[in-house]
């Protein structure tokens, strides 16, 4: 998806392993599941660092930081 509002825009997803991305970032799993964010979502990621996990940096090699629904992002 386009790069409109943030660093990228796009929809989240869900993997078989369980985690949480969208496009190229991950996202937070705590974060996602305590703001109820669903698969589906539109977001706007705002801001992210170099993944720190080695059980998924090679899939997603950046963690998301902040992340908002679309309709919210400013």
Do not use: C, H, W
Request: overall charge positive; hydrophobic content about 30%.
């Amino acid at each position: 998806m386009a790069k409109d509002k943030g660093i990228f825009v796009g929809l989240i997803e869900k993997d078989d392993k369980g985690n949480y991305f969208s496009g190229p970032y991950l996202l937070d799993y705590q974060y996602t599941e305590t703001n109820k964010f669903k698969v589906g979502d539109k977001i706007s990621i705002k801001s992210a660092v170099a993944n720190p996990s080695s059980a998924s940096n090679e899939k997603y090699p950046k963690k998301s930081r902040n992340f908002f629904l679309y309709s919210d992002a400013k």
